[in-house]
């Protein structure tokens, strides 16, 4: 009996270890991307700091994602909701001058990756505070 209990639970904790993914990402400056670490981005937040843009992103079905998502030239494997935003989505670029806040869901078991980034007067990124997954 013992047995089968101390095997039970091992084959618990391994299904949950197996389970577990990770929503990391951080900002590839070069290439103007958000980069997943491990998974590829399928649901995708960008929230201004001043809250005038709230974007989702998410991958339209059956695709499967990247897990490079480029805020230059967009992918048409994901539909786009907005609330509140400046943003004009026919020719998408981020706002001049504004700070971001990123957030992955993709994995819904997973902690939410986020990170922070700045843009210049032509609306490139300047500024991420992760750029690489270390």
């Not at 843009?119 to 997954?133: F, G, P």
Request: aromatic share 10%.
């Amino acid at each position: 009996m013992k047995k089968e209990i101390i095997y039970i639970t091992l084959c618990v904790a391994l299904c949950l270890l197996i389970s577990c993914h990770s929503n990391s990402i951080y900002f590839d400056i070069e290439q103007q991307a958000i980069i997943g670490c491990e998974n590829p981005i399928t649901k995708l937040y960008i929230i201004s700091k001043d809250n005038k843009d709230y974007l989702y992103f998410s991958i339209l079905h059956p695709k499967k994602g990247s897990n490079k998502f480029n805020i230059k030239k967009l992918i048409k494997d994901y539909s786009i909701e907005t609330t509140r935003t400046c943003i004009d989505l026919q020719d998408f670029k981020l706002r001049p001058e504004t700070e971001y806040e990123i957030i992955n869901y993709s994995n819904g078991d997973a902690t939410s990756g986020k990170l922070l980034i700045r843009t210049d007067k032509n609306s490139s990124v300047i500024y991420a505070d992760k750029t690489s997954c270390k």
